[in-house]
């Protein structure tokens, strides 16, 4: 199966860093990797987009005003743009990543409705 889109909403990059700041989310994490980590789980997808090359369209929707924007969005949009990636960004405008439940679905279909329907 060939993509030639990707949509996403307010992602976490950085899992590590993410899931390192409650116990129950460390917990996740011990979960998911184990005793020993396989990978730099912070840096995997980062340098999965540096490393490879995607043709399709990215489009990205999330919020400046939002706490994970610095510490996981921000790396993103610059790695992306860096490596050329075609990419549509929507800023949402909202406080808290929680809230990526209110917006996402808005711009999921803003994408839908405005594609050619045929990849999407």
């Given at each position: 199966?060939?993509?030639?889109k990707?949509?996403?909403?307010?992602?976490?990059?950085k899992?590590?860093?993410?899931?390192?700041?409650?116990?129950?989310?460390?917990?996740?994490?011990?979960?998911?990797?184990?005793?020993?980590?396989?990978?730099?789980?912070?840096?995997?997808?980062?340098?999965?987009?540096?490393?490879?090359?995607?043709?399709?369209?990215?489009?990205?929707?999330?919020?400046?005003?939002?706490?994970?924007?610095?510490?996981?969005?921000?790396?993103?949009?610059?790695?992306?743009?860096?490596?050329?990636?075609?990419?549509?960004?929507?800023?949402?405008?909202?406080?808290?990543?929680?809230?990526?439940?209110?917006?996402f679905?808005?711009?999921l279909?803003?994408?839908?409705?405005?594609?050619?329907?045929?990849?999407?």
């Amino acid at each position: 199966m060939q993509v030639d889109k990707i949509i996403v909403g307010s992602p976490i990059v950085k899992v590590k860093h993410f899931l390192q700041d409650t116990e129950e989310k460390r917990a996740v994490y011990r979960g998911i990797t184990g005793e020993k980590e396989k990978y730099e789980y912070n840096h995997l997808l980062l340098q999965r987009i540096q490393e490879q090359q995607f043709d399709g369209e990215i489009y990205l929707q999330y919020s400046e005003l939002e706490e994970i924007y610095e510490n996981q969005i921000d790396e993103l949009v610059e790695t992306l743009e860096k490596n050329k990636y075609t990419l549509s960004k929507e800023n949402g405008m909202y406080s808290k990543h929680l809230d990526t439940r209110f917006f996402f679905p808005m711009y999921l279909r803003k994408i839908f409705n405005t594609s050619d329907r045929n990849g999407v």
